[in-house]
């Protein structure tokens, strides 16, 4: 049964035709800002590229500017973009994102210091533990002190952990051992005082890994050294998402004293071809496959809009009733065109995970979460 406030969403996103009556139709309101009507709940995110940070797009621009009231850069502030070199730096486009959030009022998410995928060209030359500290040390002192005060807060360490909760045998566990993350927070917390200090990873939600995420914590505390709060991805396919696993995620965080965010949502509402639930990166299906698992290239049938709607409006429930531990909300997207989804783990295919369309209009995924707050 479709409740009251779903089906004013349904009609909003003119999904129901003649069964909407002419009062809901003419009631129907301009867009509204998702990070106006959560704002005493919790931050509201989305992710930028370089095109929203340039503002090339002027309608994606208004579109950041009017819905959102965090951001986290989707690569420019990764290590193989700022770290060009053993002793060199680029922090162009760094610098950019951090004034367009000053100029927009939008807090910005820097995002991370370390990571296993994504370092720089130099790195993959060294053999040496100790040039892997020298790197390890620089980095993170030299990029974290420089935005200080200047972004909201860091992902310091993201995706360390293997699906079982083991720590991912990454180049920093090899040489360095595994109180690398212990230590990755410690000089983060010295360098950016200032900042907030986040572990982020995705699939911490389930129990295994989630377990892994909650040891992490803890060790870190026991350390004496800061740690703010944890990001749970979120990345979940349509009409799978772990409802259960999440609110006890959120709640096992929190009993630990942390913030919980959700650092990179997204729905997908494609055929997953992989087993199991994964955002490793470097994770690719048959390229050949994207025909038979790209079912809507030519638009999402209202059935499936629908589902997807009610997917995150049931999300978003969960998330104000945990908003006590629940600081922010990420979209991992602005439009459903830009969404990195499209090419993962299949390039090519033609997905629409998130609340806006290809024409920068919202769909009744919008409105089922809007209107939780009307």
Same mark, same amino acid.
């Given at each position: 049964?479709?409740?009251?406030?779903?089906?004013?969403?349904?009609?909003?996103?003119?999904?129901?035709?003649?069964?909407?009556?002419?009062?809901?139709?003419?009631?129907?309101?301009?867009?509204?800002?998702?990070?106006?009507?959560?704002?005493?709940?919790?931050?509201?995110?989305?992710?930028?590229?370089?095109?929203?940070?340039?503002?090339?797009?002027?309608?994606?621009?208004?579109?950041?500017?009017?819905?959102?009231?965090?951001?986290?850069?989707?690569?420019?502030?990764?290590?193989?973009?700022?770290?060009?070199?053993?002793?060199?730096?680029?922090?162009?486009?760094?610098?950019?994102?951090?004034?367009?959030?000053?100029?927009?009022?939008?807090?910005?998410?820097?995002?991370?210091?370390?990571?296993?995928?994504?370092?720089?060209?130099?790195?993959?030359?060294?053999?040496?533990?100790?040039?892997?500290?020298?790197?390890?040390?620089?980095?993170?002192?030299?990029?974290?002190?420089?935005?200080?005060?200047?972004?909201?807060?860091?992902?310091?360490?993201?995706?360390?952990?293997?699906?079982?909760?083991?720590?991912?045998?990454?180049?920093?566990?090899?040489?360095?051992?595994?109180?690398?993350?212990?230590?990755?927070?410690?000089?983060?917390?010295? &360098?950016?005082? =200032?900042?907030?200090?986040?572990? #982020?990873? $995705?699939?911490?939600?389930? %129990?295994?890994?989630?377990?892994? !995420? @909650?040891?992490?914590?803890?060790?870190?505390?026991?350390?004496?050294?800061?740690?703010?709060?944890?990001?749970?991805?979120?990345?979940?396919?349509?009409?799978?998402?772990?409802?259960?696993?999440?609110?006890?995620?959120?709640?096992?965080?929190?009993?630990?004293?942390?913030?919980?965010?959700?650092?990179?949502?997204?729905?997908?509402?494609?055929?997953?071809?992989?087993?199991?639930?994964?955002?490793?990166?470097?994770?690719? &299906?048959?390229? =050949?496959?994207?025909?038979?698992? #790209?079912? $809507?290239?030519?638009?999402? %049938?209202?059935?499936?809009?629908? !589902? @997807?709607?009610?997917?995150?409006?049931?999300?978003?429930?969960?998330?104000?009733?945990?908003?006590?531990?629940?600081?922010?909300?990420?979209?991992?997207?602005?439009?459903?065109?830009?969404?990195?989804?499209?090419?993962?783990?299949?390039?090519?295919?033609?997905?629409?995970?998130?609340?806006?369309?290809?024409?920068?209009?919202?769909?009744?995924?919008?409105?089922?979460?809007?209107?939780?707050?009307?």
């Amino acid at each position: 049964m479709i409740n009251k406030r779903f089906f004013e969403a349904v009609c909003l996103a003119g999904l129901l035709g003649a069964g909407c009556s002419s009062s809901q139709k003419a009631t129907a309101p301009k867009v509204s800002s998702l990070g106006e009507a959560y704002k005493k709940d919790f931050l509201i995110g989305t992710a930028l590229n370089n095109a929203h940070i340039l503002e090339r797009d002027s309608l994606a621009n208004q579109l950041i500017k009017q819905q959102f009231t965090a951001a986290t850069p989707e690569n420019i502030m990764k290590a193989e973009v700022l770290h060009t070199g053993w002793e060199k730096y680029n922090f162009e486009m760094a610098d950019k994102i951090v004034a367009y959030g000053q100029k927009n009022n939008i807090k910005i998410n820097a995002h991370t210091l370390i990571w296993h995928s994504q370092l720089p060209f130099f790195i993959r030359g060294i053999k040496s533990a100790d040039s892997i500290k020298a790197y390890f040390e620089n980095h993170i002192t030299t990029v974290a002190s420089r935005y200080d005060g200047k972004v909201y807060s860091w992902d310091v360490v993201n995706e360390a952990l293997n699906e079982d909760g083991t720590m991912r045998n990454s180049v920093f566990l090899k040489n360095l051992g595994p109180g690398y993350i212990v230590e990755a927070f410690r000089l983060a917390q010295k &360098a950016a005082p =200032n900042t907030q200090l986040y572990y #982020n990873d $995705y699939n911490i939600e389930a %129990p295994k890994k989630r377990a892994g !995420a @909650l040891e992490i914590v803890k060790k870190i505390q026991a350390a004496g050294v800061k740690i703010d709060g944890v990001g749970i991805q979120g990345h979940w396919h349509l009409g799978t998402v772990p409802y259960k696993d999440i609110e006890e995620s959120i709640e096992a965080f929190g009993k630990l004293g942390v913030q919980v965010m959700f650092t990179e949502l997204d729905i997908s509402v494609l055929p997953n071809p992989l087993r199991g639930n994964t955002a490793d990166v470097s994770a690719r &299906a048959d390229e =050949n496959s994207a025909n038979r698992g #790209n079912p $809507y290239v030519k638009g999402l %049938p209202d059935s499936i809009q629908l !589902a @997807l709607a009610k997917d995150y409006e049931k999300l978003f429930r969960l998330f104000l009733k945990h908003k006590d531990k629940v600081t922010r909300i990420t979209f991992w997207g602005v439009t459903d065109g830009g969404s990195w989804l499209n090419d993962f783990p299949v390039r090519g295919r033609t997905n629409y995970p998130l609340l806006f369309d290809r024409k920068y209009q919202p769909k009744p995924a919008f409105y089922s979460v809007y209107n939780l707050k009307k």
